[in-house]
């Protein structure tokens, strides 16, 4: 079983990871941290964990799990419905800086995108992870991978045609 100092050092390494994935699933930073609380509980509480793999890939994937049974719950819908009830009219970006402006597009492009395609973008560009890793962690084979990927790609590209890019250009 696990110590206490060794969850700490455990969260401390991988919670900015985990909530960046679990965000990247629920479209929400309070659920996002509330899940990944849950799969700390969870792993702290477990009486067993063999060591086939890395602990990162095993902890991603417990929440990966959790993220898509949050999807599918009462409580989701219900903060869905009341946040399209009672939300207001627009969003206003407070972000001074262009760049930061073309990244928050980017970024609502790809949580729009469908969860297949979505899941496997940020795996692959924003947790780093190869191709064949992500199969791995998401039980699918590469070549499907792949294709999520190009598919993912093209609709990103489609979403964000016609907007002039000024920071990101230049980089």
């Known amino acids: ?3 206490v100092y060794e969850l700490r050092e455990l969260m401390f390494q991988y919670t900015e990871p985990l909530i960046r994935l679990a965000y990247g699933y629920v479209k929400d930073l309070q659920a996002a941290e509330d ?7 969870k792993f702290y509480h477990q009486n067993y964990y063999e060591e086939r793999g890395e ?3 095993y902890l991603m994937k417990m929440t990966v799990n959790k993220s898509k049974d949050y ?3 009462c409580t989701y819908r219900k903060v ?4 399209k009830i ?7 970006n407070v972000d001074e800086f262009v760049k ?3 990244e928050a597009i980017i970024g609502d492009a790809i949580l729009e995108l469908p969860l297949k395609h979505r899941e496997v973008l940020i795996h692959f560009y924003f947790n780093e992870m190869t191709i064949s890793e ?3 962690l998401l039980s699918i084979p590469e070549s499907t991978v792949k294709t999520r990927l190009s598919r993912g790609r093209d609709l990103l590209r489609n979403r964000l045609k016609g907007i002039e890019w000024e920071a990101l250009l230049n980089e």
């Open 35 to 41: 899940i990944v609380q849950e799969v700390f509980i």
């Open 100 to 102: 930061k402006d073309e």
């Open 80 to 83: 869905r419905i009341q946040s």
């Open 1 to 3: 079983m696990l110590t």
């Open 134 to 136: 992500v199969a791995h």
């Open 86 to 92: 009672f939300s207001t009219t627009g969003k206003q």
């Open 55 to 57: 602990l990162k890939a």
């Open 71 to 73: 999807l599918k719950s």
